[in-house]
Nanobody, 122 residues
Framework: QMQLVESGGGLVQPGGSLRLSCAASGFTLDRYTIGWFRQAPGKEREGISCISTSTGTTTYTDSAKGRFTVSHDNAKNTVYLQMNSLEPEDTAVYYC???????????????WGQGTQVTVSS
C-alpha cells in the first residue's frame, strides 16, 4: 500500500526553524515528483515547494524562496522541507504529495500525506 507520512511539525516561535519529513512507504520515490503544500485556517491549499527526483529540479513560491529548502534522501526514501525564519503567516497544516514523473510545480498529485500542523507563535 502506497503511503506518505509527514512529521516534524509543531509549535515554534517567530524566527525559528523546523524540518518537515515526508516518508514514503510501499513504493520508492525514484522518478516521482514531490510537492509540499500547506493550508492555513480559512484559506485554500497552496503549493509552496516541489522537487523532481528525476531531474533534481526544485521550485518555490515567493513566500518560501530564500527561507525554505526542499531535499530528497534516496536511502531513506524521504523528502524534507527545511523551514527557516518562520513567521506567524506560515502557520498551517503542511502536506506532501506525489505524482509520477511530473514537472514542477506539482499539479494534480496522485497521493497525499495526512498532513502535519505547523504553528508559529510567540
Amino acid at each position: 500500500q502506497m503511503q506518505l507520512v509527514e512529521s516534524g511539525g509543531g509549535l515554534v516561535q517567530p524566527g525559528g526553524s523546523l524540518r518537515l519529513s515526508c516518508a514514503a512507504s510501499g513504493f520508492t520515490l525514484d522518478r516521482y515528483t514531490i510537492g509540499w503544500f500547506r493550508q492555513a485556517p480559512g484559506k485554500e491549499r497552496e503549493g509552496i515547494s516541489c522537487i523532481s527526483t528525476s531531474t533534481g529540479t526544485t521550485t518555490y513560491t515567493d513566500s518560501a524562496k530564500g527561507r525554505f529548502t526542499v531535499s530528497h534522501d534516496n536511502a531513506k526514501n524521504t523528502v524534507y522541507l527545511q523551514m527557516n525564519s518562520l513567521e506567524p503567516e506560515d502557520t498551517a497544516v503542511y502536506y506532501c504529495a506525489v505524482r509520477w514523473v511530473a514537472a514542477c510545480p506539482l499539479v494534480g498529485p496522485d497521493y497525499w500525506g495526512q498532513g502535519t500542523q505547523v504553528t508559529v507563535s510567540s
